[in-house]
T-cell receptor, first 112, second 118 residues
């Protein structure tokens, strides 16, 4: 079975500060890992994904994530937060089945 | 590229009526489409997996007679909520997996449909 845990349902940072959103996964097979962003009343947009190869993955809007097998983690980071980054972020895992298994989401607030 | 549309974006219907939601992949073919339901401030709950030309696979606890899914072509899947009730009010999101990305399990999401049943 696969599962995803996102620590912190709400994260607040100041504009210009580091963004760190945590994601830990559980998987009995090599995982494929994804981060999606959702703005209010909209669908999900893919930020980045890890399938195989390089463990540091760069995505859109300056975000990146590092796959750490030993820690079963795939944390999302951005060096400097922007007001437009305020949104809900979902981590997801796949690989054992045809499905994406989502975490419960982290709402990111960016303070001016 | 990889755009998924949903129609309508918002719908209000009366209790007991049926509502159809369309999901289209605009610039790619998708053998597999997915339907999710999202309650306010919660994560996405997979309802069913839809494969072109075959019956949908429903997740445990999802009533297949209530949520009818049809995947008639490689670019269109529909979800019909039959005999809708207020508790069916929710945000419904579809996604599609491009043929060329099938091995990576990546999905592209539509913008969602807000259903309100009065």
């Amino acid at each position: 079975a696969q599962s995803v845990t996102q620590l912190g349902s709400h994260v607040s940072v100041s504009e210009g500060a580091l963004v760190l959103l945590r994601c830990n996964y559980s998987s009995s097979v090599p995982p494929y890992l994804f981060w999606y962003v959702q703005y209010p009343n909209q669908g999900l947009q893919l930020l980045l994904k890890y399938t195989t190869g390089a463990t540091l993955v760069k995505g859109i809007n300056g975000f990146e994530a590092e796959f750490k097998k030993s820690e079963t983690s795939f944390h999302l980071t951005k060096p400097s937060a922007h007001m437009s980054d305020a949104a809900e972020y979902f981590c997801a895992v796949s690989g054992a089945t045809n499905k994406l298994i989502f975490g419960t989401g982290t709402l990111l607030a960016v303070q001016p | 590229g990889a755009v998924v549309s949903q129609h309508p974006s918002r719908v209000i219907c009366k209790s007991g009526t049926s509502v159809k939601i369309e999901c289209r992949s605009l610039d790619f073919q998708a053998t597999t489409m997915f339907w999710y339901r999202q309650f306010p401030k919660q994560s996405l709950m997979l309802m069913a997996t839809s494969n072109e030309g075959s019956k949908a696979t429903y997740e445990q606890g999802v009533e297949k007679d209530k949520f009818l899914i049809n995947h008639a072509s490689l670019t269109l899947s529909t979800l019909t909520v039959t005999s809708a009730h207020p508790e069916d009010s929710s945000f419904y999101i579809c996604s599609a997996r491009p043929l060329k990305l099938a091995a990576s399990y990546e999905q592209y999401f539509g913008p969602g449909t807000r259903l309100t049943v009065t």
